[in-house]
């Protein structure tokens, strides 16, 4: 097992929800926007950026429609069953890296399946300013607008202060080893992470931020549908991968 010093990086896809929130009986990572399913955009970003050697997608274990997408048996994608959480789909992906000999130091790159509007330039800046540091880093948005925290019944309660706030996006790097400790220590003590840099800062690091786009954004509700749609006949379209 030898670690990998091109500067490259492994690649974990959740991508085994359901989707309650969008509220569709068809999961999100297989909607069909402008042609393509959801899942199809995402890993064509990521199978853009060369630094990226190998990705394992991250399935529910129902999941009939991905040998119906055409990567099955591509080179550079590979498949694990994901998890009852985005955690422990992610934690699969990981133990599946760590079989096949990948280095513990060897960096590695998490992204929802659900955010198809990701470009590789964004993907390839978190690689070089994050690279191989043991507390990693993450594309991530500073909020923008003013925020307020509301009660039960959709009343103002306070406005919270935005500074030095920032909303994390994916893709998330970190060292495999050290990510595979955390999560599996956050799962151990019952703490259900909605991020890996949450896991990492939960045993002291203290990944880097850095700015994302707002393109980037998760499909999550059926509103989300019609931006993603424009984005993707516009980003990725005038930058055709
Ligand atoms: N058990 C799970 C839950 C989520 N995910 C993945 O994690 C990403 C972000 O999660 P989210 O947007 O919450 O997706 P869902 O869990 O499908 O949505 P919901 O919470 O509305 O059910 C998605 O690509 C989703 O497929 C996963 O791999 N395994
Ligand atoms: C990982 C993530 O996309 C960062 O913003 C987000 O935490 C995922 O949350 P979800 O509820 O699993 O969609």
Not at 17 to 27: D, E, I, Q
Not at 63 to 68: A, G, H, I, R, S
Request: overall charge neutral; some cysteine.
């Amino acid at each position: 097992m030898t670690i990998d010093r091109s500067g490259g990086c492994w690649a974990v896809v959740p991508a085994a929800g359901a989707g309650r929130r969008f509220g569709s009986t068809l999961a999100k990572q297989y909607l069909q926007v402008n042609g393509r399913c959801v899942l199809a955009w995402t890993l064509e970003a990521l199978l853009a950026v060369t630094a990226i050697q190998r990705i394992v997608v991250a399935l529910a274990s129902d999941d009939d429609l991905w040998p119906k997408l055409g990567f099955a048996g591509h080179p550079r994608i590979s498949t694990c069953t994901g998890g009852a959480s985005r955690a422990e789909s992610v934690l699969n992906g990981l133990q599946q890296l760590a079989e096949w000999g990948v280095h513990p130091q060897q960096p590695v790159l998490v992204h929802d399946a659900a955010r198809p509007c990701v470009t590789p330039p964004e993907i390839e800046r978190l690689i070089a300013e994050v690279g191989d540091h043991p507390d990693g880093g993450l594309l991530a948005m500073p909020v923008r607008d003013t925020l307020k925290r509301a009660d039960s019944e959709g009343r103002v309660v306070v406005t919270v202060n935005r500074s030095g706030l920032w909303q994390a996006l994916t893709p998330q790097l970190f060292p495999l080893g050290r990510l595979r400790a955390a999560l599996e220590r956050a799962a151990a003590e019952g703490v259900e992470v909605t991020d890996e840099a949450q896991a990492l800062e939960r045993i002291g690091a203290c990944p880097r931020l850095v700015e994302g786009a707002l393109h980037n954004i998760k499909l999550t509700h059926p509103s989300d549908q019609g931006l993603v749609e424009r984005i993707l006949a516009g980003v990725r379209a005038a930058k055709p991968i």
